[in-house]
């Protein structure tokens, strides 16, 4: 039997229902039945909710937690990069219901596998439960929630839709916390075979809140691109990873070297305009399990992290 990310994930989602005034989240029923976890729309939020949010969007097969060094850090690690980081947490499913409209990520995407990745990937869920994350900050409403519904085959009422705006604590770990998943993504997009990597351990900085959503998305962003560092451990010929290795770090993109923001706005806000080999970590070590060799490319830029946090010396 295939791991169920969404009924993982529901375990998580009911732990955090059951300690909504501990997690400083608000939990609602709509009146179709479906459970709307709010993380940091009308509410505050924590760190704990952050992680559990992480946890739930890597469909708990992933775990997440933080740490304390120049900057607080997200550190990220699976045995099951390929389900819990591309199945799973990344956001590739546009949640669009009349005017709404939200970045989906989160295990119902494997149920409603409505982006052409799935036919890649080998991995579909069976589960009468789903969770689906959203980063916005308008938060769903019944009808969104009886369109997600029906996209993974569940009733309303076994659907959870958690929720964080990126200008809120849960949004800046949450997003710090795709890591791994970003390395993962830019090993795909490279061409080496995702099949072949076994599992990875990530850490990146979290960004502080921004006032607003914009300014959070420069700096989210900026957290993973140049503080991003990652290693991944795979079985496969020396030869395979010699051939990608120095595509795979942020480095390696034409707009490598200036803050996210700074770049959005260079193309007039257009976020297909920047050059998709940036958006990977900063440092990617990958260890063959097969050989033993170990190779290395890019690093962390603590320059562009300092002008974009708005932290100095």
């Known amino acids: 039997m295939m791991l169920?990310?969404?009924?993982?994930?529901w375990e998580i989602a009911?732990?955090?229902a059951a300690r909504e005034e501990e997690l400083r989240i608000r939990v609602r029923r709509l009146g179709n039945g479906a459970r709307v976890i709010d993380a940091g729309v009308e509410v505050p939020g924590s760190v704990e909710a952050g992680i559990a949010f992480s946890r739930i969007c890597m469909g708990g097969l992933g775990e997440?937690?933080?740490?304390?060094?120049?900057?607080?850090?997200v550190l990220v690690r699976t045995?099951?990069?390929?389900?819990?980081?591309m199945a799973s947490q990344y956001a590739g499913w546009a949640v669009k219901v009349e005017k709404y409209f939200a970045m989906g990520s989160g295990p119902a995407r494997a149920l409603a596998?409505?982006?052409?990745?799935?036919?890649?990937?080998?991995?579909e869920d069976k589960s009468e439960v789903a969770v689906l994350a959203l980063e916005t900050r308008k938060l769903p409403d019944e009808r969104v929630a009886e369109f997600v519904a029906g996209k993974c085959g569940v009733k309303p009422e076994n659907l959870t839709?958690?929720?964080?705006?990126?200008?809120?604590l849960a949004g800046s770990i949450q997003i710090s916390a795709r890591v791994v998943e970003t390395g993962v993504h830019k090993l795909h997009e490279v061409g080496f075979p995702l099949q072949k990597i076994v599992s990875g351990v990530g850490t990146a900085p979290i960004a502080p809140v921004a006032k607003n959503?914009?300014?959070?998305?420069?700096?989210?962003?900026?957290?993973?691109?140049?503080?991003?560092?990652?290693?991944?451990?795979?079985?496969?010929?020396?030869?395979?990873?010699?051939?990608?290795?120095a595509e795979v770090p942020s480095s390696s993109s034409r707009d490598y070297g200036s803050p996210f923001l700074e770049l959005f706005e260079r193309y007039q806000r257009d976020f297909f305009k920047i050059d998709p080999k940036l958006f990977s970590p900063a440092e990617i070590t990958i260890n063959?399990?097969?050989?033993?060799?170990?190779?290395?490319?890019?690093?962390?830029?603590?320059e562009v992290l300092e002008r974009s946090l708005g932290i100095r010396p």
Do not use: Q, W
């Open 4 to 9: 169920s990310v969404n009924r993982r994930a």
């Open 14 to 16: 009911e732990e955090m």
């Open 64 to 73: 997440v937690g933080v740490e304390m060094g120049r900057f607080p850090r």
């Open 79 to 85: 045995d099951h990069p390929v389900i819990s980081c």
């Open 113 to 123: 596998r409505v982006e052409k990745l799935f036919g890649e990937l080998g991995y």
């Open 161 to 168: 839709l958690v929720v964080a705006p990126t200008a809120s």
């Open 213 to 245: 959503d914009l300014e959070a998305m420069g700096k989210t962003n900026d957290c993973v691109l140049y503080g991003g560092r990652t290693v991944y451990f795979v079985e496969a010929e020396d030869e395979e990873v010699e051939r990608i290795i």
């Open 288 to 302: 063959n399990l097969k050989t033993g060799r170990v190779f290395h490319a890019g690093g962390v830029n603590e």
